[in-house]
């Protein structure tokens, strides 16, 4: 793909990955969007992984195909499809993001795995590629790549989901009405056992926002145990703690950050949501390599990620304070001691309330000079 190429009228933006991944690749669609203002701009991820494009005001279509669809799941989606578009881009380097690609247009561009020989066929598919670096580079930084192989300008800006009377779909299922400023969102379960901290340390961070004056929204995907974990959170308090777990999509959880005092979460898609939105940010990371999956703070607009992958309690990126604690091991980029994602994480089960609770201050605290800077 070259700058002088015709502007594409149709282009298919392939994120077949996570919820998380799918809300990172919304500064790629923003640059697509801000670049060429009349095309149809599509987007296709798994099915059930489409929330974060909620309200997206730069994608027309969300196209949702089963993970690991059988022969008539191929079938719907290659007939959805097939040759439908001017322009293709897939953000995934594996075989199926590449094939979905080769379906769906006769241009192509993507990130490809290496430059090896079985990564041949997907280099010499597509007019232009990008290596993927899995280590020192941003996911979003990674994915913006694609813009620079287009030659048009890029846009870092992650678009967190939305939709209207979002503040009415909240607040039913709260034990009051919270004016702006007076409750903190935390969200103590992530999917994977390997990212989770403990509910000691939970408890305690709860107790301490409670001693503030905050009143807790808590908040968690529909899995039972997610929201078993949430409720038995929130009842471990008398009065002014509250479980949205499973109750609420991302659009909404957009409205009710927008106007918390605070957000503190592990390593999660709420948790870079959260980020995007622009509320004080406390990311309690474990194993993860913050580099490459640290969230990305709001207004953040440079090259180079805001993480070092370095032994210490935490490092500040804007809106964000990303807490990982002191192991000799950490981060190891791998799922756990055991690596597997239901494998215990040391660094996690390790890492004390203290220094969570100390984080959390000197978030709020930086969040109230913001505030009044902004004043």
Not at 162 to 180: E, G, I, M
Not at 361 to 375: I, K, P, T, V
Request: charged letters at 20%; aromatic letters at 8%; hydrophobic letters at 40%.
């Amino acid at each position: 793909m070259t700058a002088t190429a015709a502007a594409p009228q149709r282009i298919l933006l392939i994120a077949t990955r996570q919820v998380g991944d799918v809300l990172l690749v919304t500064p790629l669609l923003r640059s697509l969007r801000r670049a060429y203002p009349a095309a149809v701009i599509d987007a296709l991820v798994y099915t059930n992984k489409g929330g974060m494009l909620e309200g997206n005001p730069d994608c027309n279509t969300v196209i949702e195909s089963d993970e690991h669809p059988d022969l008539a799941g191929y079938r719907a989606l290659a007939r959805r499809i097939f040759r439908r578009y001017d322009l293709a881009l897939t953000t995934q380097a594996n075989d199926r993001g590449h094939f979905y690609a080769l379906l769906a247009s006769s241009r192509r561009i993507g990130i490809v795995p290496d430059n090896g020989w079985k990564s041949a066929w997907k280099r010499w598919s597509c007019e232009a590629v990008t290596v993927l670096d899995d280590v020192t580079t941003h996911t979003v930084v990674q994915n913006l790549r694609l813009a620079d192989l287009l030659a048009i300008t890029r846009h870092y800006e992650v678009v967190p989901p939305q939709v209207p009377n979002a503040a009415d779909a909240v607040r039913p299922h709260l034990l009051q009405t919270l004016a702006p400023g007076t409750y903190a969102v935390v969200h103590p379960y992530p999917m994977w056992r390997y990212k989770r901290w403990t509910r000691a340390g939970w408890v305690a961070l709860i107790a301490h926002l409670r001693t503030r004056g905050l009143d807790v929204v808590l908040t968690g995907g529909p899995d039972a145990d997610e929201r078993a974990f949430c409720a038995a959170l929130a009842k471990s308090f008398d009065t002014g703690v509250a479980s949205l777990a499973g109750t609420i999509g991302f659009g909404a959880i957009t409205s009710l950050l927008r106007s918390a005092a605070i957000f503190v979460g592990p390593d999660t898609s709420v948790t870079h949501q959260a980020a995007a939105v622009g509320v004080p940010v406390v990311a309690i990371y474990g194993p993860t390599n913050p580099v490459k999956w640290g969230p990305w703070p709001a207004h953040g607009n440079s090259d180079p990620s805001p993480y070092a992958m370095l032994n210490r309690p935490w490092q500040h990126a804007g809106n964000v304070l990303l807490v990982q604690g002191i192991a000799e091991c950490m981060p190891c980029r791998m799922e756990g001691c055991e690596r597997h994602k239901e494998s215990y994480s040391r660094c996690l089960d390790d890492l004390p309330a203290a220094m969570v609770i100390t984080a959390v201050e000197q978030a709020l605290a930086d969040g109230a000079g913001r505030q009044s800077g902004r004043q």
